[in-house]
């Protein structure tokens, strides 16, 4: 355990210089192709986004997963098909046990406890938001095409690590709570630890695209996004504790009120290696004429899930692609037109009911 430093930091950088990019004139650029793009997309299984965002918990119904992505991209492309960008991005993944997530629930809107009920709780989180350049590669032919990129980001907002425990209701308005907690953090968001000084992170992670055109009408695509990415943190703010409900407190009603009770190790890490799990993406296309129909896939987070998509290309080269995504019953369209791509993907059309939604836009991709 150590207290943390004034370390200075070796970098640091945003997307705006490249940015910028978009404004200059053609003939400076000449040889050159700019590219560039915003891409988000949210999943919350147990409640709406929304709800998530103002009252975390306040509507946990069922489901076992919530996580975001967002990146904000800008760079350019040589001729030989070398790729520089700079980018941000954002991440956080969290994993529960359905039970707990039903029992919390009822916990929150103060409806009535099954006394005995004993709950087992299984909380994994991991999440981080950075900025940094990524160096690629680009080749282009008939039939093949293949990138790669190495990414290297500053990080800061770390959250990594598990809570295990157990709820028992000890009748239809009290419970009682055990758990044991190992994570780190930005923010002691379990037990309000004050004062916390935040930690910074050096991160590495690799990318990788192939497509082929088999004939002239079927294709297929795959892609691998942090591979092998680590992030080295220093000087880490963490908690190793065992909590209970032991020191618990009621409210006007005679619900009980979750005042957790520890005994353990607080302090900070000199240095904290996190782990990023690999995503992967993966289409297979049929095209005849102007109609295509393709499936998609996905991998990320621990599980994976299959979509199915049909589209049309116009006169003008305007492609519109209907999608459907059954696991989230998620319904959208994608549109491109030349280098301009964008998408939109949702489960609902109420914004106050949505659980699932993917946003991307972007040029030159």
């Known amino acids: 355990m ?8 070796r970098w640091g950088f945003g997307p705006a210089f490249f940015f910028g990019l978009f404004t200059l004139s053609t003939p400076v650029w000449a040889g050159y192709e700019l590219f560039g ?24 119904d069922r489901g076992e997963r919530q996580w975001g992505l ?95 425990g157990q709820f028992t ?23 309000k630890r004050p004062d916390v000084q935040k930690a910074s992170g050096l991160g590495v992670g690799l990318d990788l695209s192939l497509a082929r055109q088999l004939d002239e009408h079927w294709s297929w695509s795959i892609e691998g996004r942090d591979l092998l990415a680590r992030i080295r943190w220093e000087d880490a703010p963490f908690t ?24 353990g190790t607080e302090g900070y890490r000199e240095s ?5 799990d690999a995503r992967y993406y993966g289409a297979v296309k049929y095209q005849r004429a102007s109609w295509s129909a393709e499936v998609r896939g996905q991998y990320q987070f621990g599980y994976g899930y299959l979509g199915l998509g049909a589209g049309r290309q116009f006169a003008n080269g305007l492609t519109m692609t209907g999608l459907w995504w059954p696991e989230y019953d998620q319904f959208g369209v994608e549109v491109s037109l ?28």
């Open 2 to 9: 150590t207290k943390p430093g004034n370390r200075m930091k």
């Open 37 to 60: 793009g915003f891409s988000t997309a949210l999943i919350s299984e147990p409640e709406p986004i929304k709800t998530t965002l103002k009252d975390w918990g306040s509507e946990f």
């Open 70 to 164: 967002a990146r904000l991209e800008a760079g350019f492309r040589l001729e030989s098909g070398l790729e520089v960008s700079m980018f941000s991005r954002a991440l956080a993944d969290i994993r529960m046990n359905e039970e707990a997530v039903a029992f919390y629930g009822r916990i929150s809107r103060k409806e009535p406890l099954e006394e005995g009920r004993q709950v087992p709780v299984r909380v994994r989180v991991n999440g981080f938001t950075g900025h940094g350049m990524r160096l690629g590669y680009l080749h282009t032919d008939d039939q093949w095409r293949v990138g790669v990129g190495l990414s290297v980001f500053r990080t800061s907002n770390l959250m990594s690590g598990n809570l295990d």
């Open 169 to 191: 209701a000890t009748d239809e308005t009290d419970y009682n709570f055990d758990a044991q907690v190992d994570y780190v953090y930005y923010r002691d968001v379990i037990f």
């Open 240 to 263: 190793i504790a065992l909590a209970s409900t032991d020191q618990k407190s009621y409210d006007k009603d005679g619900y009980a009120v979750f005042a957790p009770l520890i005994s």
């Open 272 to 276: 904290f290696i996190q782990q990023l």
């Open 338 to 365: 030349g280098k301009w791509a964008g998408a939109l993907v949702v489960d609902e059309v109420e914004w106050e009911k949505v659980q699932a939604i993917t946003l991307s836009i972007s040029y030159g991709y």
